[in-house]
Every structure is written in C-alpha cells, then in structure tokens.
Nanobody, 132 residues
Framework: QVLLVESGGDSVQAGESLRLSCAPSGVTYGSACMGWFRQAPGKEREVVAIIYTGGGVSYYADSVKGRFTISRDSAKNTLYLQMNSLKPEDTAMYYC?????????????????????????WGQGTQVTVDS
C-alpha cells in the first residue's frame, strides 16, 4: 500500500518560513509527477506546485510564485515545499500527491498536470496556519 506522509506544518506569524516534507512509504517513484495541493476551510483543494521526479520545469500557482519552492531529494525519496514570506491567506491543509507516469521526454509534461483528479496517491495532509 502506497502512503505519502507529510510533515512540517505549524502555526507561524506572517512573513515567516516553513518547509514541508513528504516521504512516500511503500514506493520509490522513478518517474512521477509530484505536487503539493492545499485546501482552506470551505474552499476547493487547489494546486500549489508540481515537479517531475526526473527534473524539468516546475509549476507554481500565481499566488505562491516567488515565495514557495518545490524540490525533491531522490536519494531520500522525499519531496519538499519551502515556503517563505508566508501570508495569512496561505493558511490551509497542505497535501502531497503523486502520479506515477512512464518516463517522459518533455520537461514540461508534469507542469501541465495540474488537476487534483490526475493524482492517484495522496497523503493525509499537514496543517499550516499563518497569523497576521
């Protein structure tokens, strides 16, 4: 059974930073689109950032561009989301997601896989709360 385990969520003040981690259990992704999504109370789950395990172009939602960085350490099989200059509107439950895919040639492929329905492995989420 594949399980994605997120960690790193916390309550912080606006302007501070956090780093989220996602460690898959039961699988090592050789070729996959991996992403971070978030869901605030009463809102739809939305994409935050996406990366391909083999590198290439990453995608960021406009609301986080320039403040968040998605990365992956293949040796540790761990996905990260570095969040800087946090704002109260970043408050949400953050989820890690993965979609295994055949090896791709286009570095842009995963950057265009932005729908939550395209991802088949999910974590339970980690809460990020940003106070003003």
């Amino acid at each position: 059974q594949v399980l994605l385990v997120e960690s790193g969520g916390d309550s912080v003040q606006a302007g501070e930073s956090l780093r989220l981690s996602c460690a898959p259990s039961g699988v090592t992704y050789g070729s996959a689109c991996m992403g971070w999504f978030r869901q605030a109370p009463g809102k739809e789950r939305e994409v935050v950032a996406i990366i391909y395990t083999g590198g290439g172009v990453s995608y960021y939602a406009d609301s986080v561009k320039g403040r968040f960085t998605i990365s992956r350490d293949s040796a540790k099989n761990t996905l990260y989301l570095q969040m800087n200059s946090l704002k109260p509107e970043d408050t949400a439950m953050y989820y890690c997601a993965a979609r295994p895919i055949p090896t791709i040639e286009s570095p842009y492929f995963c950057a265009n896989v932005r729908s939550k329905s395209a991802y088949i492995h999910w974590g339970q989420g980690t809460q990020v709360t940003v106070d003003s």
